[in-house]
């Protein structure tokens, strides 16, 4: 079923990154038209439960469905947008019908002057609705009331801002609150692990191609093991996509996720130095794609929790479990079962 | 071609294994210090190896008829996760267990079989893997020794070095050259099992930087070898030795070398309440870097209970998992080193000093990085 899925979205997604050239450079009706594509496709209801019209999805069956958004520096927050969704159900709140943003950092509500101001906000100049996480609770706010203040080179970022009347205050649990900043993790974490498959198949590519001193740069044993570590940090980053949607359900088990999320960010600055390292300048170039899916995989370590953070989420949780030893939390509520 | 890494669960049936065998270590590890158990897969002792032997936990994956309990790559990840994790004085058996008894089942005649297994079961052979020579270490096929065809059998010569626990073996699988020249590299070289109490065999241990010595100098002078010396084919030696790496590779052995220091950590910053953001995030940081690590090694184990053979993916896990273990004493000094008024314990103190100085031998022993790193890019078609 989730196979099947799959490579119905790969192709559409394909198509569409194609049309763009890899950028997220659209205008507003491009945009729209995207978005209406994948919407006309079904495949932003697939988490939802089947009596609502979805297909049911866990997280286990649409994990690989997340990477693709990064995967082909895709211009809408599918990850995001696909759980949010799911999200809003489960909380009994209605779903709307346009793209939508999970953002959990940097939100800053003044009551003085009556505005929220979000100086980094993924797609924000784009996304129909955003999920903001401030003050312990959760308010919706959409692209209608929003003044967007600057949009930050290549528009994977904005920064925004609403007046304070204008954020939908939303009455949900501590748990619900808890969840959204979860899954805000989850989304910025499979949506990165897709972006450095990207990159990793683009320097592999690269190295085999590109020729110097009469050879292709592979065969420079200087250029291969810089590979081969590229390698381990991206194969590490895909078993913690694994790690992260390792549910039966839509939440993600809290821990799992703080391993993930830590791992991923961890590795981030890594596979894209090396990325770079083995383009030489051409990777610098706004011509050639690489630098579109370095930058998300750059950006998105910080996005929804640094590795630092979530090293101190699970750290704490350590700590505390007095007299347990790492071996037996390795190899019981830290092992994906 | 390195192939992806499905996140694999192990069978129900192992947490009941796992039950036991965690007593079972608990009960017979109980004296051990943190700095006695920070030597891993290095510390030795007989008694222990023993014990293990009668709870029949030796040669577990070997057949019944050889005295093993013919259990699955999953029940040997396990028991190799418990014992390692825990700092258990594994080494006297730990090769035979891991790799010699392996290869004997599966090149060896079925005299050699009813011979060595058994004894390996039970605790009584241990084993030593004689493959670097003096100039000899990465460049494996360059090896010099020699076992020369004569009537009685094969005659030895040569020596070998940075052989783990020759001193305290009772048998060396050598890698040996059995005909042509060192320039014939991968061909002529075959694997001969030594008795390391014949004459003619000099066994010189090393002292290493912890001022241990868990490897030795081993020196082969006129060694009259039996026939039945040679195990599996003349001339076989180097794609034999290759599969027995993959082996070797693929454990929880890459994971878990800096363990007994972590667990020591952990426990003082809990006895002295040392729970500040920076301890939080230098713990949590290494415990999600583990999670994840071993989460890659089980899904080798998987592929090798399916009769795959991930030996490329095993080395990117081995280079990957010798990095975080190298990686941990580095960050706990760092951590503590921030607060000038906590006052560590004695053993914590020695436990870090010896793994932050011994942690270098972690990626040179089973493959260099250089070596795995190269065999990673042959995997990726870069070579």
Redesign the interface.
Known sequence: MDKLFDEAVARLFADMSEKSDHSLDLSCADYEAAWSEIAASGFLDVMLPEEKGGAGLSLKEAGNLFKLEGYFNLPVPFASTLLARRWLDSNGLTVPDESIVMATMGVQVSEGQGQIVINKLPFGHRAGHFLVLARQSCYLLSQEKAVVNEIYHTGLFASVSWNLEDAIRLDVSAQAVESLRNLAALAALVSSVGAMEKIFEMT?EY??QRQQFGRPL??F?A???Q???L???V??A???A??AC?SNGYLPDPNLL???K??VS?VSDQVADIAHAVHGAIGITEEYALHFYTRRVREFKSEAGT??Y??????????KQ?GE???????GE???? | M?D????A??PQEENQF?REL?AFIKEATQEMDAYARARSWMGFDAGFSKKLAAKGWLGLTLPKQYGGAEKGYFSRFVLS??LL??GAPVSAHWIADRQSGPLILRYGTEAQKQFYLPKICQGEAFFCIGMSEPNSGSDLASIKTRAQKNDKGWLLNGSKIWTTNAHQSHYMIALVRTSGEAGDRHKGLSQVIVDLSLPGVTVRPIVDVAGDAHFSEVFFSDVQLADDALIGNEGDGWEQVNAELAFERSGPERIYSS?AL??CF?KE??QQGW?S?R???????I??????????SL?ITSKLAKGENPSVEAS?VK??GTGLEQDIPKLIADCMGEYPEWTPSVELIKTLALVDQVCPSYSLRGGTR?I???I??RG????
């Open positions: 592999l190295a085999n592979s065969k044993q250029i291969q093991h590979i081969s570590v390698a381990e940090q194969w590490a895909r078993m913690a694994q790690i390792n703080a391993i993930a830590y791992q961890f590795q630092s979530w090293a101190r989420e699970l750290g704490r949780y350590v700590l007095e030893s790492v071996l037996s939390m390795l190899t830290l092992c994906p079962g | 390195l992806v890494l499905d996140l669960y192990l796992r965690r996760e418990e994790g825990a363990m972590v667990e952990l910053c809990r729970q953001e301890v939080q995030v230098t713990l949590g940081g415990v999600a870097r583990l999670a994840v690590l071993r989460t890659m899904a990117l280079d990957y250089e795995l790193r190269g990673i890019a990726l078609g870069l070579r």
